[in-house]
């Protein structure tokens, strides 16, 4: 409750304990500003006590974070719906729909850490590639030159491991990385070595986990336990290194299982005095603060701002994106032993800047151009999840030992753009409701064709990489399914990626956008928002470099600190 | 069976292991590594403890953290983590079903496990555990969702961590050429890197 005296709670209070919560928190407690965190999530993360040492939670544990939702949200707590189009009805499917983890770290607790950062050209893909029917692309209200030295700021904040001399399609960048990159996966150097004969580019990852004792935290291990998991040791900096570093002024709070359900507005609409939460006792509390920023991700994000009716009505929760999975398999005569190192440790951006091959087939598609994404070079799962994909019955415990689905498995994920489209949404579920009693988030979505234009041109040619790697034999999926595929069956039509974009979308127009360029609510002058939801495009790379550098830059704007500038010319 | 179950009668084990074992049965002993079947792998035994999970506290649901002594650091796996009210919710819902109860049924009313088993039990017969493998088959596969799930669970109980009582002592794992987890030992970069 506001004190009496007219002072607030905090000078800030904010909603999400993930990369984009995390680092607002450690540049505004560094610039000396009081913080309040609230996360409906429970802490497994980090003492909030100093040192601020890990907890021990985080284990090796398939059954905890795999089959139990150890990370939340437990989608039968929070139950989330989804359906493609208005004509499916209310929903299609209740339940894990994109459970970015909710938990102290958010979406960065369980994220291997690949950290790339986007092309000059993603900011302006409108204007230089031009639009696309059926598609709401916009440009970004700034460019990549405005954002290297966040990029390097957000690099070294994390720590991240790369090589800056790999990739011959990155953008410019001034700084080396902070880190060498960690040990080449064995399946990795298989498929990177036959990428490379034929033609494509591939580079080892930057990936913000460590290679090197850094920033007090030890060197990565390689337990393999990375992507979906935790890091057990600590060597993983995103976002355990920003809140640890704001706790250590003394002047960050983390007030965890509180659940925000209101933003309170002061009584010309234009202010927020701060928000309300509930605890785990379902009580309501209140916290003052003379600024709110918003950074429960690009699926929570909308929903509290469409049940609190903030932000532009027309646009909030539009234009939803996640990234078009083009998953290809390959099966190896011998074992990889993918389950040793950090999941991924090598990436290629051929689909991303398309080639002749690619331009015709998007004539062919009907399309000027498409993009897809990075290519992970990947391991496949752990064995609990093999046994689920495998048949039941006579043949089952020879294929285990065999292994054809996990030790001799190579896996590419191609994480292809996904147009902004303004009828793929967010919206509030009619009668689905979550354990507070608030409504579920319900997704509409369905590709453009760009995406599947994509797909299938990228999907055989990703095959023959596999062979050429030395797979007997390759197949491929989407995520989500192609209607009318093998994988399309009821229960499994929602995309399973957890990289949320773009639901609120940031731009200089009001009439189209929801947040200004410095991530400020437009016509509210005190709430901000630092996660995804605020992305024009989704671009084919992961989003988390990007939140952490624009989570830099809107919260050292807001403080009032000057803009960085790139340390020096490109490398 | 080595455990003391906490949910299934000694006659629904022998049921349940019985329509487990056709889902997943071990290889023929006379291969190099053999598999067990989901009897011998504990399969059941992680169902029943899966299904008893309230029956101790703090319950049988996430396992401690961070390393199990298998390699090296102090084992603290079988140290089960208390859970949160939501979790507890959640967790007895799943398994207990919402049994009227208006917090358990905000969004209508759930059958949790528990009853699901009993029920195809029933369905399976007392005499099962006597009948031919086709004619074990064809009971199970009137149950369709049942089938699926026991087998889903199975699959859980042989292939997780040895502390949620399947997998004994981790020989599932080793059948399958699968170290599990490692830390806080971890593997070299050779290891990573190499072939081998």
């Known amino acids: 409750m506001p004190s009496p005296t007219g002072t607030t709670d905090c000078d800030v209070v904010i909603v999400g304990t993930g990369p984009a919560g995390a680092t607002a928190a450690e540049v505004l407690t560094a610039a000396g500003w009081s913080v309040i965190m609230l996360e409906k999530g429970r802490n497994h993360l980090l003492s909030l006590e100093a040192p601020f040492d890990p907890l021990g939670h985080v284990s090796n544990d398939e059954i905890k974070f795999l089959r139990r939702h150890y990370l939340g949200p437990d989608p039968f707590l929070e139950p989330r719906t989804f359906r493609r189009r208005e004509s499916d009805g209310d929903r299609l499917f209740t339940g894990d729909v994109n459970n970015l983890p909710s938990t102290v770290g958010g979406g960065g607790f369980h994220a291997d850490g690949k950290l790339p950062r986007f092309r000059e050209v993603d900011f302006h893909a409108r204007s230089e590639l031009g639009p696309i029917e059926g598609a709401d692309l916009v440009d970004w209200p700034f460019g990549y030159d405005e954002l290297e030295p966040y990029y390097a700021a957000a690099e070294r904040g994390v720590g991240v491991a790369g090589d800056h001399t790999e990739n011959p399609f990155a953008a410019w960048r001034a700084d080396p990385y902070p880190m060498p990159p960690g040990p080449d996966m064995f399946c990795a150097l298989l498929t990177s070595d036959a990428a490379t004969k034929l033609g494509y580019h591939p580079y080892r990852a930057p990936t913000g986990v460590n290679s090197v004792v850094f920033d007090g935290r030890p060197a990565c291990n390689n337990c393999g336990f990375c992507g979906s998991f935790g890091c057990p040791i600590d060597a993983k900096g995103d976002p355990v290194a920003p809140l640890r570093h704001a706790l250590r002024t003394g002047r960050c709070e983390i007030r965890t299982e509180s659940i925000v359900h209101d933003v309170v507005m002061d009584s010309t609409g234009r202010r927020a005095r701060g928000v309300r939460y509930l605890d785990a006792d379902l009580v309501e509390h209140e916290v003052s603060a003379k600024h709110v920023i918003l950074a429960g991700g690009a699926f929570e994000t909308p929903r509290l701002l469409l049940r609190t009716g903030l932000g532009n009505p027309d646009v909030v929760g539009r234009n939803l994106m996640f990234h078009f999975q083009t998953i290809v398999l390959g099966v190896f005569p011998y074992r990889l032993h993918g389950h040793r190192g950090r999941s991924v440790t090598h990436l290629m951006d051929d689909p991303i800047v398309p080639d002749d091959a690619a331009l015709a087939a998007a004539r062919d598609a009907g399309l000027s151009y498409f993009r897809g994404g990075i290519v992970e070079h990947g391991a496949a799962g752990h064995p609990v999840t093999e046994g689920i994909h495998l048949p039941r019955g006579a043949a089952h415990s020879q294929m285990m030992i065999e292994s054809m689905m996990r030790d001799r498995m190579a896996v590419f994920t191609m994480q292809g753009e996904d147009l902004p489209v303004a009828s793929n949404r967010i919206d509030l579920d009619p009668h689905v409701r979550d354990v507070y009693g608030l409504p579920a988030g319900r997704v509409t979505y369905s590709p453009h064709r760009h995406e599947l234009a994509c797909a299938e041109h990228w999907a055989p040619r990703l095959e023959s990489v596999m062979r050429e790697a030395g797979a007997d034999f390759t197949f491929w999926t989407t995520s989500p399914p192609m209607e009318g595929s093998f994988a399309d069956r009821p229960g499994f039509v929602a995309p399973i990626s957890r990289h949320i974009i773009g639901s609120a979308r940031m731009g200089t127009d009001p009439s189209t956008s929801v947040f200004d360029p410095w991530q400020r609510l437009h016509g509210v002058e005190n709430i901000i928002c630092t996660d995804s939801s605020v992305f024009p495009t989704s671009t084919g790379y992961g989003p988390t470099l990007t939140i952490v550098a624009l989570a830099i830059r809107a919260a050292r704007a807001l403080a009032g600190l000057d803009p960085l500038r790139s340390s020096g010319p490109a490398l | ?196």
């Open chain 2, 1 to 196: 069976m080595t455990l003391q179950l906490r949910f299934f009668t000694d006659a629904e084990f022998e049921i349940v292991s019985a329509a487990a074992e056709r889902l997943i049965p071990a290889t023929a002993s006379d291969t190099a590594n053999n598999h067990p079947g989901a009897r011998a792998g504990g399969a059941i035994d992680y169902i029943d403890r899966l299904l008893g999970a309230f029956a101790v506290d703090p319950p049988l649901v996430f396992a401690g953290g961070p390393f199990s002594g298998r390699a090296g650091g102090t084992a603290s796996f079988a140290d089960f983590t208390p859970l949160s009210p939501f979790e507890e919710l959640a967790w007895r819902t799943r398994i207990e079903g919402s049994s009227g109860l208006v917090e358990r049924e905000f969004n209508g009313p759930v059958i949790g496990w528990q009853e699901r088993y009993r029920e195809a039990i029933a369905m399976l017969g007392e005499d099962f555990t006597t009948l031919d493998g086709e004619e074990q088959d064809r009971r199970l596969g009137a149950q369709p969702e049942f089938r699926e799930m026991l087998y889903t669970h199975s699959c859980e109980g042989l292939y997780g961590a040895p502390e949620y009582g399947g997998n004994p002592d981790g020989s599932v794992w080793g059948a399958i050429d699968f170290p599990g987890d490692v830390q806080p030992r971890g593997y070299t970069d050779d290891e990573v890197s190499g072939r081998a």
